[in-house]
């Protein structure tokens, strides 16, 4: 029987959350602000979350928009109020001035996981070199997840990327999921199973009145159904 492929969902409250299960999603990132591209949402949020689904949920470290890690002692602080809340899985990503993972602030903050698992964002499709960056983090305790588009711009110009990266899965560095969002649109997904990419991340995806709008949970399961049926 072959593995259900991951529909991860990004949630702004408990509302987004019960609604994106419901459609299902198998995990859900949790943000605010999304005119930043998404900040740490509040603990009181999280743990509201928490009570309200029992699907994964991974929270952003990321106390400003950009990929530069800022405040590297407030992101510990914060890392471990979210783990207070209940939360244990994690997506973060830092990079340097010159496009280089900032490999101090990375492990500082995935020091203070205690282990938990984690996702490294798509900082990694602005890096200046992706596969240098792999290398450097390729050992860090509980990486699992890389969520790229395979290009700054989005899915459209990152499927190169996307496919070659596939085709390296077991090689040093290369071991992660690849989580593919950004610009994802349903019609990329039959190439995408064809190349074993099996995990997939939506945002404004699932929110048919934008995001001002909430998640809706038969724009969701829309999105299960095409993930669902493979390659066809």
């Known amino acids: ?17 019960v609604a994106a299960q419901a459609g299902g999603a198998d995990r ?7 005119a930043a591209d998404g900040l740490t949402p509040a603990p ?7 009570a309200a689904v029992d699907i994964d949920l991974r929270v952003m470290l990321r106390l400003a928009d950009g990929f530069a890690a800022g405040d590297v002692d407030r992101l510990v602080e914060v890392a471990g109020e979210m783990r207070g809340a209940g939360a244990d899985q994690f997506v973060l990503g830092f990079l340097d001035t010159h496009g280089g993972v900032d490999l101090a602030a990375v492990e ?7 282990g938990c698992r984690w996702t490294f964002h798509r900082a990694i499709d602005r890096a200046a070199d992706r596969g240098a960056l792999r290398k450097q983090l390729a050992d860090l305790p509980g990486l699992d997840t890389y969520l790229t588009a395979g290009s700054a711009t989005g899915v459209d110009d990152g499927l ?7 085709g390296r ?12 969002g950004g610009g994802l649109r349903l019609e990329h997904l039959p190439a995408l199973r064809r ?11 699932a929110r048919p009145a934008g995001w001002e709008g909430p998640v809706s949970a038969e724009a969701v399961a829309r999105w299960r159904a095409v993930l669902d049926a493979g390659t066809d």
């Open 195 to 205: 190349a074993g990419l099996d995990a997939v991340h939506i945002g404004g995806a």
């Open 44 to 50: 009181a949020t999280v743990a509201a979350i928490r």
């Open 28 to 34: 859900l990132e949790l943000v605010t602000e999304m």
């Open 169 to 180: 899965r077991g090689e040093p560095g290369y071991g992660q999921t690849l989580l593919v």
């Open 108 to 114: 500082r903050v995935v020091g203070a996981l205690g």
């Open 1 to 17: 029987m072959s593995k259900r492929a991951v529909l991860e969902v990004i949630a702004l409250d408990v509302e987004d959350a």
């Open 160 to 166: 190169h990327t996307l496919f070659a990266e596939a």
